[in-house]
């Protein structure tokens, strides 16, 4: 079992930062694959970025290239979503997804652990 611990969370004016933190205590988090998922009221959820055990290779959905970058710190057990140039329509709950899968995967179904998530509000 795999837990996992978002944070990092709020309310942000259009254009603004934030920085989404996932903890995963344990002596597993280099073994898996790290992602994450938003979903906005109404609506399902999304991919929004994955990266490798490793940290080697990342991949970001088209909605948030160029503006969110994903990264680890596997001595910390900690995957981050760094957030800029945010929009309103980044609104969402934001999940922290673990994966034991080899490649990145794009699906919420392929992921095996699921954090609680964290509220994103971006005000225009």
């Known amino acids: 079992q795999v837990q996992l611990v978002e944070s990092g969370g709020g309310l942000v004016q259009a254009g603004g930062s934030l920085r989404l933190s996932c903890a995963a205590p344990g002596r597993t988090f280099n073994s898996y694959n790290m992602g994450w998922f938003r979903q906005a009221p109404g609506k399902e959820r999304e991919f929004v970025a994955a990266?490798?055990?490793?940290?080697?290779?990342?991949y970001s959905a088209d909605s948030v290239k160029g503006r969110f970058t994903i990264s680890r710190d596997n001595a910390k057990n900690t995957v981050y979503l760094q957030m800029n140039s945010l929009k309103p329509e980044d609104t969402a709950v934001y999940y922290c997804t673990a994966d034991s899968a080899y490649d990145l995967d794009l699906r919420a179904k392929d992921y095996d652990y699921w954090g609680q998530g964290t509220q994103v509000t971006v005000s225009s």
């Open positions: 990266i490798s055990r490793s940290g080697g290779r990342t």
